[in-house]
Each structure stands twice: as C-alpha cells, then as structure tokens.
C-alpha cells in the first residue's frame, strides 16, 4: 500500500481512523458524485413517486390505527400536528385524513385487509424509487430477482409506517401522557426534548438499514452507513425547520400557485427529504 493512501484512511478499519487528509478527500468526492449522479434529477424523480405513494401510506396507516382507536380521537390527536407541520402540510394531510374518518367505523374484515394490502402496494412504490435512487449513488446495479427484491422494499414500506405510527404516539399520546401524570416542570421539559433525540434516533437506525439493505451488495457493517445516517438526520431535521420557517414567513406560494401551493409546498419538502437521503448515500 501506498503511504499516501494510508495516509487519507484508504485502508481504516473505523470511521474514526480517518484523518482530516482524508475526509476532505471524502467531501471533494461527494460534491463530484453529486453531479455525475444527477443527484438532484434522481431525488426529483424519487419526490414524485414519494408524493404518490403518501396518500396511500396515510390511509394504510389510518386504516390500521382505526382498529384500536376510535376516529374522534383519531381527528384529535391528529390536530396536534398543526403545531408542527406547515399549514400547507397539514391542509393536505386533513384532506385525505377526513374521508377515511367519516366512513363507518370499520373492523378487520376481508375488505378492510385487502383496502390495507393495495395501500401498501401503491406505498410501496416510493420505496421502490427510493431504493433504485440509492443503487445509483452506490453506482451498483440492482440484479435482484423481482420477488426478492419486491419483498424487501415491501419491508421497508410497512417498517416505514410502524416507524410514522411509533412517531405519532411520541408526538402525539407522549405530551398527553405526561400531563395525565404530573411532573415538575423542569422534569417535564427535559423529557420533553428527550421525545425529539428518542425520534431522532430512530430514523438514524431507520436510515442505517436503508442503507445497509437498499443498494445491492455485500452488507456493509453498520459502523459504515452510520456516518451517512446520523448526517441525513441532523441535515434533515435542520433542512425540514428551515425550509417550514422560509414557509410561514418569507413564502408567496399562494400568490404565485394559488390553490396549487399546498402541493408545490409538500413536493419541495419531498424533494429536499430524498436529496439529503441520497446525500447520505454518497458520504458512505
């Protein structure tokens, strides 16, 4: 081996034993990687079959939450997330979530079990681009069988919406949860913001194993596609605030879309959510 290789961490056996030399080497190599994989024509493609494949992850996710949960409450829980969301956001996500809920109160029957199958078939297709975006930042190309890889993105799909309905319940039920108890006031705030890291860390395990299963190849141990995953949340978290807050504050959508904006707003969001992931790809 060469010295100067040795020298940038070529031959690391840990992220960590990467000297400066050689992540700046990995910084140079991401920005070209970025253009020669037309990074952000494939997250607007992926952006695209995300947006399709949103509303019927919703109703799956709703479908299966109306099991357990009666639709008033539903409708209340859900109107916490106005706190949160952009107010375009939110107006969308109401707008499929009130048809489901002013149906008759449904219980596991045939219909309702195949209603949940096309959902998640039609949700599946967003995992599907997102997986084909990921081969590319890799540069691997997928030769997996059709059955093989239908079931692992199939996975993924229903993996991604127990992880949306596990966020919920910290979003959601945690705050209830912890008036209905009583704690001091400092207490209650430090758990608080410890519901945000508890979020945080599921969607760097969630992203870990995207990009540990996504791309066809051996499986990377999973100290590689850490780094890519911690990077992709901490970009993502901070690029979700700001963009929500250019938004509310500076955005003219509605002056320039009109009736549109909603769905120009959700699409950037989109965008911005399969770029930074496609990102992460490239750093590992």
């Known amino acids: 081996m060469s010295n100067q290789k040795y020298h940038k961490g070529k031959y690391a056996e840990k992220p960590r034993e990467i000297p400066a030399t050689g992540w700046k080497e990995i910084g140079k190599r991401v920005f070209n990687q970025l253009s020669a994989d037309h990074v952000q024509i494939v ?20 479908n299966i939450y109306s099991l357990v949960i009666d639709p008033s409450q539903i409708r209340e829980q859900f109107s916490a997330l106005s706190n949160i969301l952009p107010s375009q ?4 996500i109401t707008g499929i979530l009130e048809p489901i809920l002013n149906k008759p109160n449904s219980t596991l029957g045939w219909s309702l079990v195949i209603s949940i199958l096309v959902s998640l078939w039609s949700a599946n297709k967003g995992t599907s681009a997102l997986f084909e975006g990921i081969n590319i930042a890799y540069d691997e190309k997928d030769e997996r069988g059709f059955i093989k890889k239908t079931g692992i993105t199939f996975l993924f799909t229903i993996g991604a919406i127990v992880m949306g309905l596990l966020s919920l319940m910290l979003l959601i039920f945690y705050p209830a949860f912890i008036d209905k108890i009583g704690l001091p006031s400092g207490l209650e705030s430090f758990i608080d913001w410890g519901r945000w890291f508890l979020i945080a860390f599921l969607f760097i395990i969630a992203l870990g194993m995207l990009y540990k299963n996504a791309p066809d190849r ?11 995953a911690i990077l992709s949340t901490i970009l993502w978290i901070g690029g979700s605030l700001l963009f929500s807050w250019y938004v509310e504050s500076f955005g003219s959508y509605d002056k320039v879309y009109g009736s549109f904006a909603a769905v120009i707003i959700l699409m950037l969001w989109l965008f911005i959510t399969a770029f930074i992931i496609l990102l992460g790809a490239e750093i590992n």
Do not use: H, T
């Open 218 to 228: 051996d499986d990377p141990e999973f100290k590689w596609v850490s780094w890519g």
């Open 89 to 92: 956001a939110y107006e969308i």
């Open 43 to 62: 997250a607007a493609g992926i952006a695209f079959y995300f947006f399709l494949a949103l509303f019927p992850a919703i109703i799956a996710m709703i």
